[in-house]
């Protein structure tokens, strides 16, 4: 097998779970030439990630949309002669570029999404030990990422803690005002500092958090997701919701602290031993409504199980010898 495609995701969180199945490719196929493929909004991740070959990109809200830009898709792909296919996202194109298919494993869906992209390597016989998502970084953008950080002066012996409020989906949403008073107290505790990202539709957010707090936080205002990666990749801790970045922490070896209510932290939380998962433990019957029929259903417009966990949880959560 010399050309590989993995048909990876639109949204940037499942993207980098996806990353997971690539180091058990090389070493199963040590002259492989990987490709990943994967939406407009993730493809900037993974542009210039050492670990693959090549990225392509997926558009099915662009040019990709509909039956003649499936199509136009097909044909892209087929042209590219891959020699296999790793389908993780379950879609009737992939079984149509013209090699071989790997996919999903039909079973219990109630497992993590990295376990479930596994499953489909070692249906085939694939060593899948020690796998787990990774996204890869250069020593330049880490360069770079110190280099920030020291022109914040920031002194290099404090506790550097991410934090992001923010989440594509309001019902995952731990409040603003609980999130500055967390920041303040994590200062106040440990004297950490506290860098707060948002993403490009979170600028907002972000300024409410940063008012809301009697402390002064770093302000990442960067949409790079590579500059993003490296920034935490320099934390000591991360804090936040359940999203993409939540899932970049954990892939560049950040400890994960994340906050979840209506969704399902079995299926999508922070990959590993070393993270940690914060729950209210309110149980209104209704929770975790995503993945699910009715998401959101109630209407309310938040969520009362993720708006039940304390600042004092997941300060408690914290251990700086961890």
């Not at 090389?26 to 030439?33: E, K, L, M």
């Not at 991740?45 to 990225?55: R, S, V, Y």
């Not at 975790?288 to 969520?303: F, I």
Request: aromatic share 8%; hydrophobic share 40%; glycine share 8%.
């Amino acid at each position: 097998m010399k050309k590989i495609l993995v048909f990876s995701f639109s949204f940037i969180g499942d993207a980098v779970l996806s990353t997971t199945v690539i180091h058990p490719l090389r070493q199963h196929f040590p002259n492989s030439h990987i490709t990943f493929l994967v939406g407009p909004h993730a493809v900037n991740l993974f542009a210039n990630d050492p670990q693959l070959d090549t990225t392509f990109v997926y558009d099915n809200r662009g040019e990709h949309q509909g039956f003649y830009g499936r199509l136009k898709l097909i044909k892209s792909l087929r042209s590219q002669k891959f020699d296999l296919v790793v389908n993780l996202r379950d879609s009737f194109i992939a079984r149509c570029i013209g090699a071989e298919h790997w996919g999903l494993v039909r079973g219990d869906r109630n497992r993590h999404a990295v376990t479930r992209y596994l499953d489909v390597l070692t249906n085939y016989g694939v060593d899948i030990r020690n796998a787990h998502p990774q996204v890869q970084l250069t020593d330049a953008e880490l360069t770079e990422a110190q280099r920030l950080l020291t022109g914040a002066e920031i002194n290099s012996e404090n506790l550097i803690i991410a934090v992001h409020p923010g989440g594509n989906w309001q019902y995952k949403l731990w409040r603003a005002k609980k999130y500055a008073a967390l920041a303040d107290l994590l200062t106040e505790k440990y004297d950490a500092t506290i860098l707060l990202f948002a993403g490009p539709n979170e600028r907002k957010l972000q300024s409410e958090v940063a008012d809301m707090m009697n402390s002064q936080p770093i302000i990442i205002d960067t949409d790079n997701l590579r500059e993003v990666a490296a920034l935490i990749a320099s934390c000591n801790i991360y804090i936040g919701n359940d999203t993409g970045p939540m899932h970049i922490a954990s892939a560049v070896g950040t400890r994960v602290i994340a906050l979840f209510g209506s969704t399902n932290h079995i299926r999508s939380g922070p990959y590993g031993d070393q993270h940690t998962v914060v729950q209210s433990g309110l149980d209104l019957g209704c929770n975790p409504c995503h993945p699910g029929r009715h998401p959101g259903g109630c209407g309310v417009g938040s969520c009362a199980v993720i708006d039940g966990i304390t600042v004092e949880q997941v300060v408690e959560s914290i251990s700086i010898d961890q």
